[in-house]
């Protein structure tokens, strides 16, 4: 990305904080991670922003990250913490620029960059000790973040209001031109795609990362690493979800134990390789099952997920595979902030 470092003869940023701009000297982790996030979901509801690390606080002085906390930080960390305290999702990415201001040395400014949210407002989910609030809205004002206040909130409303009414006209404009029987519905809320009489179901899992090709835009860059629903020609294989009703544990048979004693590891090398692998967060491996709200989730694996592992043995030496996955596990593991022991 493109920052322009214009600097005042004493070596202050002439550019000042902002709606879309917050410095900060060091990127933290903990509370401090919250912060940041607050900020960056507040400029999500305004117009999006930033926020630069390595910059001095009052004056602004570009002095570059005293640490590496921001290179080392895990992006799922971040993206975890944003799921677990706000909705909906909003997209963000991590930047890392070096600039030499003359003197033969290097410095290191890192961003937390966050776009426009597309449905407004993001709401935050879970109230966090005195830095977050369950049901708040946080707005982006010039240098400061806090709650909305009625003015931008109506505004923000009142935007989304009509973008939901031009989305209608579009839609209705589109069901005139074609008809009404040559229209398939893609049910993104509950899954599904309604092909005549019958349904196509999709996982759930898959649906909040599902990207568009949007019209106009052909390159296949874009949207690189998220999947994307691709229907092409006759779909075969419909599903009546009047008639059948998907059985997840033929999907998805093994428990987390039932896969380590298939692939012959103890627990701790099991987690380690569901880390390294980021089984997790790949839906033809696993799914996850709750019953309840407040209860813990069952793990479940595909078959082809002992399969591909197996096959990994193989061709790399069980052994070998084996200490890569926990190395990195012991290097996540000790990356995480140690949890407090409460007085007795």
Same mark, same amino acid.
């Given at each position: ?15 000042? &904080? ?51 906390? $921001? ?43 966050? &776009? ?75 899954? &599904? ?18 990207? $568009?090709?949007?019209?106009?835009? $052909? ?93 990994? $043995? &193989? ?30």
């Amino acid at each position: 990305m493109q920052f322009s470092f214009d600097l005042e003869p004493k070596g202050y940023l002439k550019k000042r &904080e902002s709606a879309n701009l917050e410095y900060k000297q060091n990127f933290q982790r903990g509370d401090n991670l919250l912060k940041y996030l607050k900020t960056l979901v507040g400029m999500a509801n305004n117009k999006g922003g930033m926020i630069m690390f390595g910059i001095q606080d009052s004056p602004h002085i570009p002095l570059g990250m005293a640490n590496n906390r $921001f290179h080392e930080v895990d992006p799922k960390e971040i993206d975890t913490r944003f799921r677990d305290y706000f909705a909906p999702v909003v997209k963000w990415r991590t930047e890392i620029i070096e600039k030499d201001f003359g003197d033969g040395e290097k410095k290191s400014f890192g961003f937390l960059i966050v &776009e426009e949210a597309e449905e407004k407002p993001v709401v935050c989910k879970k109230s966090k000790d005195n830095i977050l609030r369950e049901g708040a809205i946080y707005y982006r004002y010039r240098g400061e973040t806090k709650e909305i206040e009625y003015p931008e909130l109506k505004l923000l409303l009142d935007k989304e209001r009509e973008k939901e009414r031009i989305l209608w006209i579009k839609h209705i404009q589109k069901i005139a031109m074609v008809g009404p029987r040559q229209i398939n519905i893609l049910d993104r809320y509950n899954g &599904e795609i309604s092909y005549g009489d019958k349904r196509v179901l999709i996982d759930k899992s898959l649906i909040d990362q599902l990207n $568009f090709i949007q019209e106009g835009h $052909f390159t296949e860059k874009e949207g690189e690493g998220l999947p994307t629903l691709k229907l092409i020609g006759t779909i075969d294989g419909l599903i009546d979800v009047n008639d059948s009703i998907i059985d997840t544990n033929a999907v998805y048979p093994l428990t987390t134990k039932e896969l380590q004693e298939q692939l012959g590891l103890n627990f701790y090398q099991m987690q380690a390789i569901i880390y390294a692998l980021d089984l997790k967060n790949k839906p033809k491996r696993h799914t996850e099952i709750k019953h309840g709200e407040k209860a813990n989730p069952i793990h479940k694996y595909s078959q082809s997920c002992a399969d591909v592992i197996k096959s990994i $043995f &193989e061709k790399q030496g069980k052994d070998s595979f084996l200490n890569d996955c926990i190395k990195r596990y012991k290097a996540f593991v000790a990356s995480k902030p140690k949890k407090k022991r409460k007085r007795k």
